[in-house]
Protein backbone atom coordinates (compact mmCIF):
# COMPACT_ATOMS: atom_id res chain seq x y z
CA UNK A 1 0.00 0.00 0.00
CA UNK A 2 1.30 3.49 -1.18
CA UNK A 3 2.21 5.71 1.59
CA UNK A 4 1.03 9.31 1.60
CA UNK A 5 4.04 10.77 1.30
CA UNK A 6 3.07 15.27 1.74
CA UNK A 7 5.94 16.83 0.36
CA UNK A 8 5.26 16.43 -3.24
CA UNK A 9 2.41 15.35 -3.87
CA UNK A 10 3.35 11.57 -5.26
CA UNK A 11 -0.08 10.87 -6.66
CA UNK A 12 0.40 13.85 -9.32
CA UNK A 13 3.93 12.55 -10.33
CA UNK A 14 2.71 9.30 -10.96
CA UNK A 15 0.68 7.07 -13.42
CA UNK A 16 -0.45 9.81 -15.47
CA UNK A 17 1.79 12.58 -14.55
CA UNK A 18 -0.62 14.64 -15.51
CA UNK A 19 0.16 18.76 -16.91
CA UNK A 20 -1.09 21.49 -14.75
CA UNK A 21 -4.04 22.81 -16.34
CA UNK A 22 -4.21 20.54 -18.98
CA UNK A 23 -6.79 17.42 -17.74
CA UNK A 24 -7.71 17.23 -21.44
CA UNK A 25 -4.49 15.21 -22.45
CA UNK A 26 -5.94 13.08 -19.25
CA UNK A 27 -8.72 11.65 -20.32
CA UNK A 28 -10.96 10.07 -23.03
CA UNK A 29 -14.55 10.17 -23.87
CA UNK A 30 -16.13 7.48 -20.94
CA UNK A 31 -13.00 8.45 -18.77
CA UNK A 32 -11.06 6.19 -20.69
CA UNK A 33 -7.40 6.44 -19.14
CA UNK A 34 -4.68 8.27 -21.65
CA UNK A 35 -1.13 6.21 -21.05
CA UNK A 36 1.78 8.42 -20.55
CA UNK A 37 2.97 7.42 -24.13
CA UNK A 38 0.01 8.60 -25.78
CA UNK A 39 -0.01 12.14 -24.08
CA UNK A 40 3.54 12.22 -25.26
CA UNK A 41 2.20 11.48 -29.00
CA UNK A 42 -0.17 14.01 -28.78
CA UNK A 43 2.28 16.59 -27.31
CA UNK A 44 4.65 15.81 -30.19
CA UNK A 45 1.46 16.32 -32.07
CA UNK A 46 0.72 19.75 -31.08
CA UNK A 47 3.20 21.29 -28.44
CA UNK A 48 1.13 24.14 -27.42
CA UNK A 49 -0.19 21.36 -25.29
CA UNK A 50 2.48 21.56 -23.54
CA UNK A 51 2.73 25.56 -22.72
CA UNK A 52 -0.04 24.79 -20.15
CA UNK A 53 1.82 22.91 -17.85
CA UNK A 54 4.40 25.46 -18.40
CA UNK A 55 1.91 28.02 -17.13
CA UNK A 56 0.85 25.67 -14.27
CA UNK A 57 4.54 26.21 -13.20
CA UNK A 58 4.35 29.53 -12.74
CA UNK A 59 0.55 29.45 -11.35
CA UNK A 60 2.50 27.04 -8.22
CA UNK A 61 4.52 30.53 -7.29
CA UNK A 62 0.90 31.91 -6.41
CA UNK A 63 -1.08 29.34 -4.56
CA UNK A 64 -3.66 30.60 -2.14
CA UNK A 65 -3.61 29.29 0.88
CA UNK A 66 -1.60 25.93 -0.45
CA UNK A 67 -0.06 25.13 2.97
CA UNK A 68 -1.62 26.96 6.10
CA UNK A 69 -5.60 28.10 5.44
CA UNK A 70 -4.28 31.33 7.36
CA UNK A 71 -3.24 34.92 6.37
CA UNK A 72 0.62 34.24 6.22
CA UNK A 73 0.37 31.69 3.01
CA UNK A 74 0.10 33.68 -0.04
CA UNK A 75 2.62 31.39 -2.41
CA UNK A 76 6.28 31.33 -2.79
CA UNK A 77 6.60 35.36 -1.88
CA UNK A 78 5.68 34.59 1.49
CA UNK A 79 8.76 32.73 1.85
CA UNK A 80 10.49 35.41 0.31
CA UNK A 81 9.29 38.01 2.66
CA UNK A 82 9.37 35.32 5.62
CA UNK A 83 13.12 35.08 4.94
CA UNK A 84 13.78 38.91 4.86
CA UNK A 85 11.47 39.12 8.15
CA UNK A 86 14.58 36.88 9.64
CA UNK A 87 17.81 39.12 8.80
CA UNK A 88 18.66 42.03 10.38
CA UNK A 89 17.62 44.78 7.30
CA UNK A 90 13.94 44.34 7.03
CA UNK A 91 12.94 45.84 10.37
CA UNK A 92 9.33 44.09 11.78
CA UNK A 93 6.97 45.44 14.17
CA UNK A 94 5.78 43.13 16.77
CA UNK A 95 2.07 44.13 16.68
CA UNK A 96 -0.95 41.77 15.92
CA UNK A 97 -1.10 42.54 12.03
CA UNK A 98 2.27 41.03 11.70
CA UNK A 99 1.85 37.22 10.43
CA UNK A 100 5.52 36.93 10.02
CA UNK A 101 6.30 37.32 14.02
CA UNK A 102 7.67 33.76 14.30
CA UNK A 103 10.17 34.84 11.90
CA UNK A 104 10.97 38.38 13.23
CA UNK A 105 11.58 36.93 16.59
CA UNK A 106 13.71 34.02 15.17
CA UNK A 107 11.40 31.13 16.96
CA UNK A 108 12.11 28.55 13.95
CA UNK A 109 14.19 25.76 15.28
CA UNK A 110 11.29 23.74 16.07
CA UNK A 111 9.82 21.63 13.11
CA UNK A 112 6.27 22.70 13.34
CA UNK A 113 7.42 26.28 12.45
CA UNK A 114 5.81 28.51 9.47
CA UNK A 115 8.83 29.04 7.97
CA UNK A 116 10.31 25.92 7.46
CA UNK A 117 6.97 24.35 6.11
CA UNK A 118 6.06 27.49 3.95
CA UNK A 119 9.59 26.85 2.51
CA UNK A 120 9.34 22.78 2.13
CA UNK A 121 6.49 21.93 0.94
CA UNK A 122 5.99 25.55 -1.65
CA UNK A 123 9.18 24.27 -3.02
CA UNK A 124 8.18 21.10 -3.31
CA UNK A 125 5.22 22.00 -5.12
CA UNK A 126 7.11 23.73 -7.85
CA UNK A 127 9.37 20.69 -8.00
CA UNK A 128 5.88 18.37 -8.68
CA UNK A 129 4.92 20.95 -11.31
CA UNK A 130 8.07 20.91 -12.95
CA UNK A 131 8.76 17.32 -13.06
CA UNK A 132 5.40 16.86 -14.56
CA UNK A 133 6.40 18.78 -17.45
CA UNK A 134 9.55 17.52 -17.66
CA UNK A 135 8.41 14.03 -18.06
CA UNK A 136 5.63 14.59 -20.49
CA UNK A 137 8.55 16.90 -23.00
CA UNK A 138 10.54 13.80 -23.04
CA UNK A 139 13.38 13.79 -24.98
CA UNK A 140 11.87 17.89 -26.33
CA UNK A 141 13.09 16.97 -29.81
CA UNK A 142 11.07 20.47 -31.42
CA UNK A 143 12.29 23.77 -30.34
CA UNK A 144 8.84 24.58 -29.07
CA UNK A 145 8.99 21.42 -26.64
CA UNK A 146 12.88 22.29 -25.96
CA UNK A 147 11.56 25.69 -24.67
CA UNK A 148 9.01 24.21 -22.65
CA UNK A 149 11.53 21.35 -21.34
CA UNK A 150 13.83 24.15 -20.53
CA UNK A 151 11.31 25.41 -17.61
CA UNK A 152 10.80 22.53 -16.84
CA UNK A 153 14.56 22.13 -15.59
CA UNK A 154 15.16 26.37 -14.66
CA UNK A 155 12.01 25.57 -12.21
CA UNK A 156 12.89 22.62 -10.69
CA UNK A 157 16.74 23.79 -10.37
CA UNK A 158 15.70 27.22 -8.35
CA UNK A 159 13.19 24.98 -6.18
CA UNK A 160 16.04 22.61 -5.41
CA UNK A 161 18.43 25.98 -5.18
CA UNK A 162 16.57 27.18 -2.17
CA UNK A 163 15.56 24.31 -0.44
CA UNK A 164 19.04 23.33 -0.17
CA UNK A 165 20.05 26.61 1.15
CA UNK A 166 17.48 26.53 3.40
CA UNK A 167 17.40 23.08 5.33
CA UNK A 168 21.79 22.80 5.30
CA UNK A 169 24.43 25.12 6.12
CA UNK A 170 26.05 26.74 2.95
CA UNK A 171 28.46 24.65 0.34
CA UNK A 172 31.70 25.05 1.06
CA UNK A 173 32.66 22.91 3.69
CA UNK A 174 29.13 21.25 4.32
CA UNK A 175 29.47 18.78 0.92
CA UNK A 176 29.15 15.85 2.24
CA UNK A 177 26.19 16.54 4.85
CA UNK A 178 22.86 15.42 4.30
CA UNK A 179 20.67 17.75 2.03
CA UNK A 180 17.35 17.01 0.64
CA UNK A 181 15.25 14.25 -1.31
CA UNK A 182 15.82 14.65 -5.01
CA UNK A 183 12.65 14.30 -6.36
CA UNK A 184 12.09 12.87 -10.08
CA UNK A 185 9.76 11.30 -12.64
CA UNK A 186 12.57 8.60 -12.78
CA UNK A 187 12.09 7.29 -9.05
CA UNK A 188 9.07 8.27 -7.70
CA UNK A 189 6.98 4.93 -8.19
CA UNK A 190 9.92 3.93 -5.78
CA UNK A 191 9.88 6.99 -3.56
CA UNK A 192 5.74 6.67 -3.23
CA UNK A 193 6.53 2.83 -1.66
CA UNK A 194 9.62 3.76 0.07
CA UNK A 195 10.23 6.80 0.76
CA UNK A 196 13.33 9.14 -0.47
CA UNK A 197 16.58 9.87 1.84
CA UNK A 198 18.37 13.21 1.99
CA UNK A 199 20.69 13.46 -0.90
CA UNK A 200 23.93 15.16 0.07
CA UNK A 201 24.78 18.30 -0.65
CA UNK A 202 27.41 17.71 -3.49
CA UNK A 203 24.40 15.59 -5.01
CA UNK A 204 21.71 18.32 -4.50
CA UNK A 205 24.67 20.83 -6.09
CA UNK A 206 25.85 18.61 -9.26
CA UNK A 207 21.85 18.18 -9.89
CA UNK A 208 20.89 21.63 -9.65
CA UNK A 209 24.16 22.30 -12.16
CA UNK A 210 22.33 19.44 -14.17
CA UNK A 211 19.24 20.74 -14.38
CA UNK A 212 20.41 24.51 -15.66
CA UNK A 213 22.89 23.04 -17.71
CA UNK A 214 20.21 21.60 -19.78
CA UNK A 215 17.78 24.22 -19.35
CA UNK A 216 21.05 26.16 -21.37
CA UNK A 217 21.51 24.10 -23.97
CA UNK A 218 17.53 23.64 -24.69
CA UNK A 219 16.84 27.62 -24.24
CA UNK A 220 20.54 28.07 -26.89
CA UNK A 221 19.11 25.66 -29.55
CA UNK A 222 15.98 26.96 -29.43
CA UNK A 223 17.04 30.09 -30.07
CA UNK A 224 15.08 31.61 -27.45
CA UNK A 225 17.37 35.01 -26.94
CA UNK A 226 15.26 38.08 -26.28
CA UNK A 227 13.16 38.13 -29.07
CA UNK A 228 11.29 35.16 -29.04
CA UNK A 229 10.68 34.85 -25.09
CA UNK A 230 8.65 38.02 -26.05
CA UNK A 231 6.45 36.14 -28.27
CA UNK A 232 5.40 33.08 -25.74
CA UNK A 233 4.04 34.77 -23.02
CA UNK A 234 7.06 37.25 -21.07
CA UNK A 235 8.48 37.41 -18.27
CA UNK A 236 6.53 34.10 -16.01
CA UNK A 237 8.77 32.36 -18.50
CA UNK A 238 12.79 31.98 -18.17
CA UNK A 239 14.64 33.24 -20.81
CA UNK A 240 18.40 32.31 -22.08
CA UNK A 241 19.55 35.23 -20.26
CA UNK A 242 17.63 34.47 -17.09
CA UNK A 243 18.76 30.41 -17.25
CA UNK A 244 21.99 32.35 -17.07
CA UNK A 245 21.20 34.46 -14.06
CA UNK A 246 19.76 31.26 -12.18
CA UNK A 247 23.51 29.64 -12.95
CA UNK A 248 25.28 32.61 -11.61
CA UNK A 249 23.65 32.30 -8.44
CA UNK A 250 24.35 28.92 -8.15
CA UNK A 251 28.04 29.00 -8.73
CA UNK A 252 28.25 32.47 -6.66
CA UNK A 253 27.43 30.08 -3.50
CA UNK A 254 29.58 27.03 -4.41
CA UNK A 255 32.55 29.81 -4.65
CA UNK A 256 33.13 29.02 -8.51
CA UNK A 257 34.37 32.38 -8.92
CA UNK A 258 35.16 32.76 -12.72
CA UNK A 259 32.05 30.78 -13.55
CA UNK A 260 29.88 32.91 -11.69
CA UNK A 261 31.42 35.99 -13.45
CA UNK A 262 31.09 34.36 -16.49
CA UNK A 263 27.33 33.28 -16.05
CA UNK A 264 26.43 36.85 -14.71
CA UNK A 265 27.87 38.55 -18.00
CA UNK A 266 25.80 35.90 -20.20
CA UNK A 267 23.09 37.16 -18.05
CA UNK A 268 23.47 40.68 -18.80
CA UNK A 269 23.90 40.16 -21.89
CA UNK A 270 21.50 37.78 -22.85
CA UNK A 271 18.45 39.46 -21.43
CA UNK A 272 18.97 42.24 -23.01
CA UNK A 273 17.75 43.61 -19.57
CA UNK A 274 19.44 47.44 -18.52
CA UNK A 275 19.27 48.91 -14.84
CA UNK A 276 17.11 51.57 -13.65
CA UNK A 277 18.08 54.67 -14.33
CA UNK A 278 18.85 57.14 -11.74
CA UNK A 279 15.60 59.33 -12.65
CA UNK A 280 13.44 56.01 -12.34
CA UNK A 281 14.97 54.64 -9.38
CA UNK A 282 14.33 58.09 -7.75
CA UNK A 283 10.11 57.37 -7.42
CA UNK A 284 8.15 54.22 -5.95
CA UNK A 285 8.54 51.05 -8.87
CA UNK A 286 9.24 47.54 -8.81
CA UNK A 287 5.70 47.11 -9.70
CA UNK A 288 5.61 46.56 -13.39
CA UNK A 289 7.09 43.60 -15.40
CA UNK A 290 7.19 45.17 -18.60
CA UNK A 291 9.88 47.05 -16.77
CA UNK A 292 13.44 46.85 -18.66
CA UNK A 293 15.00 45.54 -15.73
CA UNK A 294 13.11 42.82 -15.17
CA UNK A 295 14.24 39.05 -15.95
CA UNK A 296 11.71 36.93 -14.36
CA UNK A 297 8.49 37.43 -12.05
CA UNK A 298 5.97 35.64 -10.61
CA UNK A 299 3.04 37.25 -12.77
CA UNK A 300 0.29 38.15 -10.91
CA UNK A 301 -3.31 38.81 -12.60
CA UNK A 302 -6.29 40.69 -11.07
CA UNK A 303 -8.62 37.63 -11.03
CA UNK A 304 -5.99 35.36 -9.01
CA UNK A 305 -7.48 34.18 -5.36
CA UNK A 306 -4.77 35.98 -4.16
CA UNK A 307 -5.58 39.32 -5.25
CA UNK A 308 -9.25 38.54 -4.62
CA UNK A 309 -8.51 37.83 -0.95
CA UNK A 310 -8.00 41.66 -0.65
CA UNK A 311 -4.73 41.33 1.76
CA UNK A 312 -3.62 37.46 1.53
CA UNK A 313 -1.05 38.61 -0.63
CA UNK A 314 2.69 40.06 -0.72
CA UNK A 315 1.70 44.24 -1.78
CA UNK A 316 -0.90 43.78 1.49
CA UNK A 317 2.13 42.57 3.94
CA UNK A 318 4.66 44.48 2.41
CA UNK A 319 2.94 47.76 0.46
CA UNK A 320 2.81 51.28 2.53
CA UNK A 321 0.96 53.49 -0.50
CA UNK A 322 -1.93 50.52 -0.89
CA UNK A 323 -4.43 49.34 1.36
CA UNK A 324 -3.39 45.82 2.99
CA UNK A 325 -1.86 44.83 6.64
CA UNK A 326 1.40 46.94 6.30
CA UNK A 327 -0.96 50.17 5.81
CA UNK A 328 -2.78 48.99 9.22
CA UNK A 329 0.35 48.72 11.14
CA UNK A 330 2.18 45.83 9.85
CA UNK A 331 4.39 48.39 8.18
CA UNK A 332 8.08 46.90 6.97
CA UNK A 333 11.15 49.63 7.69
CA UNK A 334 14.53 49.71 6.97
CA UNK A 335 16.64 49.07 9.98
CA UNK A 336 18.20 52.35 11.39
CA UNK A 337 21.75 51.53 10.65
CA UNK A 338 21.35 50.21 6.93
CA UNK A 339 19.91 53.71 6.47
CA UNK A 340 22.37 55.89 8.05
CA UNK A 341 24.93 53.82 6.00
CA UNK A 342 23.51 55.03 2.68
CA UNK A 343 24.57 58.23 1.04
CA UNK A 344 23.10 61.17 0.77
CA UNK A 345 24.14 61.45 -2.58
CA UNK A 346 22.31 57.97 -3.46
CA UNK A 347 18.98 58.05 -5.11
CA UNK A 348 18.06 54.63 -3.17
CA UNK A 349 17.93 56.63 -0.07
CA UNK A 350 14.62 57.84 -0.61
CA UNK A 351 12.84 54.22 -1.08
CA UNK A 352 12.60 55.06 2.69
CA UNK A 353 10.88 57.97 4.79
CA UNK A 354 13.53 59.58 7.15
CA UNK A 355 13.70 59.90 10.30
CA UNK A 356 10.87 62.93 9.99
CA UNK A 357 8.67 60.73 8.39
CA UNK A 358 9.50 61.94 4.72
CA UNK A 359 10.95 61.22 1.10
CA UNK A 360 12.32 62.77 -1.61
CA UNK A 361 10.97 60.34 -3.90
CA UNK A 362 7.29 60.87 -3.15
CA UNK A 363 5.31 63.00 -5.03
CA UNK A 364 2.31 65.46 -3.34
CA UNK A 365 -0.37 63.02 -3.55
CA UNK A 366 1.68 59.91 -2.63
CA UNK A 367 2.96 61.94 0.67
CA UNK A 368 -0.62 62.47 1.52
CA UNK A 369 -1.19 58.76 1.61
CA UNK A 370 1.97 58.57 4.05
CA UNK A 371 0.67 60.93 6.34
CA UNK A 372 -3.27 59.41 6.00
CA UNK A 373 -1.72 56.24 7.17
CA UNK A 374 0.47 57.29 9.73
CA UNK A 375 3.57 55.60 8.36
CA UNK A 376 6.35 55.91 10.94
CA UNK A 377 10.02 57.00 9.91
CA UNK A 378 11.92 54.61 8.19
CA UNK A 379 8.83 52.82 6.33
CA UNK A 380 9.59 51.53 2.75
CA UNK A 381 8.54 53.28 -0.32
CA UNK A 382 10.62 51.38 -2.55
CA UNK A 383 7.60 49.20 -3.70
CA UNK A 384 4.80 51.24 -6.11
CA UNK A 385 1.29 49.94 -5.65
CA UNK A 386 -0.20 47.97 -8.52
CA UNK A 387 -0.81 50.33 -11.60
CA UNK A 388 0.89 53.35 -9.46
CA UNK A 389 -3.00 53.80 -7.97
CA UNK A 390 -2.75 54.72 -4.69
CA UNK A 391 -4.66 53.53 -1.57
CA UNK A 392 -6.06 50.36 -3.71
CA UNK A 393 -7.25 47.38 -2.45
CA UNK A 394 -6.29 45.40 -5.96
CA UNK A 395 -3.04 44.00 -5.08
CA UNK A 396 -2.16 42.30 -8.16
CA UNK A 397 1.71 43.95 -8.54
CA UNK A 398 4.02 41.20 -9.74
CA UNK A 399 6.74 39.84 -8.05
CA UNK A 400 9.98 39.93 -9.08
CA UNK A 401 12.14 36.51 -9.42
CA UNK A 402 15.47 38.43 -10.97
CA UNK A 403 16.36 41.23 -12.10
CA UNK A 404 19.50 42.60 -14.00
CA UNK A 405 21.02 44.62 -11.44
CA UNK A 406 21.33 41.93 -9.09
CA UNK A 407 23.58 39.94 -12.29
CA UNK A 408 25.56 43.19 -12.44
CA UNK A 409 26.74 42.92 -8.55
CA UNK A 410 27.35 39.35 -8.79
CA UNK A 411 29.38 39.92 -11.81
CA UNK A 412 31.60 42.45 -9.73
CA UNK A 413 31.75 40.62 -6.39
CA UNK A 414 32.71 37.21 -8.55
CA UNK A 415 35.37 39.14 -10.38
CA UNK A 416 36.93 40.25 -7.42
CA UNK A 417 36.89 37.08 -5.33
CA UNK A 418 38.07 34.84 -8.77
CA UNK A 419 41.48 37.10 -8.52
CA UNK A 420 41.10 40.38 -10.05
CA UNK A 421 40.18 42.84 -7.18
CA UNK A 422 41.05 45.70 -9.36
CA UNK A 423 38.65 44.96 -12.20
CA UNK A 424 35.86 43.81 -9.72
CA UNK A 425 36.21 47.25 -7.90
CA UNK A 426 35.71 48.89 -11.37
CA UNK A 427 32.36 47.11 -12.19
CA UNK A 428 31.12 48.10 -8.70
CA UNK A 429 32.05 51.50 -8.97
CA UNK A 430 30.81 51.50 -12.76
CA UNK A 431 27.06 50.36 -11.59
CA UNK A 432 26.54 51.91 -8.67
CA UNK A 433 27.87 55.95 -10.38
CA UNK A 434 26.11 55.39 -13.24
CA UNK A 435 22.90 54.30 -11.60
CA UNK A 436 21.94 54.79 -8.15
CA UNK A 437 24.84 56.90 -6.74
CA UNK A 438 27.00 59.38 -8.54
CA UNK A 439 29.44 60.06 -5.55
CA UNK A 440 30.28 56.66 -5.12
CA UNK A 441 33.62 55.84 -4.28
CA UNK A 442 34.83 52.08 -3.76
CA UNK A 443 37.13 52.07 -1.07
CA UNK A 444 37.82 48.23 -1.41
CA UNK A 445 41.60 46.61 -1.98
CA UNK A 446 41.03 43.20 -1.68
CA UNK A 447 38.97 40.75 -3.40
CA UNK A 448 37.21 40.08 0.19
CA UNK A 449 37.18 43.81 0.51
CA UNK A 450 34.98 44.44 -2.83
CA UNK A 451 32.88 40.99 -1.79
CA UNK A 452 32.21 42.98 1.65
CA UNK A 453 31.56 46.28 -0.28
CA UNK A 454 29.21 44.27 -2.66
CA UNK A 455 27.17 43.30 0.39
CA UNK A 456 26.57 46.39 1.50
CA UNK A 457 25.32 47.04 -1.79
CA UNK A 458 23.00 44.26 -2.33
CA UNK A 459 21.47 45.25 0.89
CA UNK A 460 20.14 48.63 0.03
CA UNK A 461 19.43 47.07 -4.05
CA UNK A 462 17.50 43.87 -3.40
CA UNK A 463 16.05 44.88 0.26
CA UNK A 464 12.58 43.58 0.56
CA UNK A 465 13.09 41.22 -2.31
CA UNK A 466 14.07 38.00 -0.73
CA UNK A 467 17.77 38.04 -0.74
CA UNK A 468 18.95 38.98 2.58
CA UNK A 469 18.58 35.98 4.43
CA UNK A 470 20.35 33.81 1.80
CA UNK A 471 23.34 36.56 1.37
CA UNK A 472 23.82 36.13 5.24
CA UNK A 473 23.98 32.37 4.96
CA UNK A 474 26.47 32.11 1.79
CA UNK A 475 28.94 34.86 3.43
CA UNK A 476 28.84 33.36 7.05
CA UNK A 477 27.37 36.13 8.43
CA UNK A 478 25.58 36.02 12.15
CA UNK A 479 22.09 38.63 12.42
CA UNK A 480 22.93 41.63 14.77
CA UNK A 481 19.74 43.74 15.25
CA UNK A 482 21.18 46.10 17.46
CA UNK A 483 20.46 50.08 16.68
CA UNK A 484 18.38 48.79 14.00
CA UNK A 485 14.79 50.14 15.78
CA UNK A 486 13.59 46.43 16.33
CA UNK A 487 11.10 45.73 19.09
CA UNK A 488 13.77 45.70 22.54
CA UNK A 489 12.45 41.58 22.85
CA UNK A 490 13.67 41.33 19.17
CA UNK A 491 17.24 42.69 19.48
CA UNK A 492 19.19 39.82 18.46
CA UNK A 493 23.57 39.57 18.40
CA UNK A 494 23.16 35.90 16.50
CA UNK A 495 26.76 34.58 15.48
CA UNK A 496 27.36 32.52 12.45
CA UNK A 497 27.31 30.07 11.10
CA UNK A 498 23.22 30.50 11.34
CA UNK A 499 21.36 27.50 11.90
CA UNK A 500 19.83 25.57 8.86
CA UNK A 501 15.89 25.60 8.93
CA UNK A 502 14.46 21.84 10.17
CA UNK A 503 12.37 19.36 8.09
CA UNK A 504 8.74 19.74 9.14
CA UNK A 505 7.79 17.25 11.82
CA UNK A 506 4.65 15.82 9.19
CA UNK A 507 7.35 15.57 6.35
CA UNK A 508 9.20 13.09 9.15
CA UNK A 509 6.25 11.33 9.87
CA UNK A 510 5.34 10.48 6.00
CA UNK A 511 8.36 9.78 4.51
CA UNK A 512 10.21 6.39 6.32
CA UNK A 513 13.73 7.06 4.13
CA UNK A 514 14.49 10.49 5.21
CA UNK A 515 17.01 9.61 7.94
CA UNK A 516 17.79 12.26 10.65
CA UNK A 517 16.59 15.88 10.62
CA UNK A 518 18.59 18.92 11.59
CA UNK A 519 19.97 19.88 14.95
CA UNK A 520 17.49 22.01 16.91
CA UNK A 521 18.09 25.07 18.40
CA UNK A 522 16.29 27.38 21.03
CA UNK A 523 15.06 30.91 20.06
CA UNK A 524 17.83 33.87 21.29
CA UNK A 525 17.91 35.96 24.12
CA UNK A 526 17.31 39.49 23.58
CA UNK A 527 20.31 41.85 23.79
CA UNK A 528 20.47 45.34 25.16
CA UNK A 529 20.16 47.81 22.36
CA UNK A 530 22.38 50.64 20.89
Known amino acids: MKRNLIYFATSAILASIALGGCNDLDTKPDNYYVSTEEKSDAIAQNPELAKAGVVGISSTYNQYQAVYTNHIDFGWPSVMLGMDCIGPDLVSPNTGYNWFTTMGNYDMGNNNNYMNSLAWYHAYKIINSANAVISNVGEAESDDLKLYGAQGYANRAFAYFNLIQLFQTTYKGSETKPGVPLITPENADRVATEGCPRSSVQEVYDFILSDLDTAISYLTECGMGVDKIAETGAKRFVSLGTAYGLRARVNLVMN ?275
Open 256 to 530: NWQAAADDAAKAISYSGATPYSIQEASVPAFNDPSAHNWMWCIYVEETDRVVTSWIINWPSHMGSLNYGYASVGAWRYISKTLYNDISDTDCRKGWWLDSNCQSTNLNANQAAVIVAYGAPAYTQVKFAPYKGELQTTTNATSIILMRVEEMHLIQAEATAMAGNATEGKRLLEEFVKTYRDPGYVCQAVSGADVQEAVWMQRRIELWGEGHCYFDLLRLNKGIDRRGGGWDSTWVYDIPAPLNPLLIPQREMDANPAIGSNNPTWSKPSAVDDF
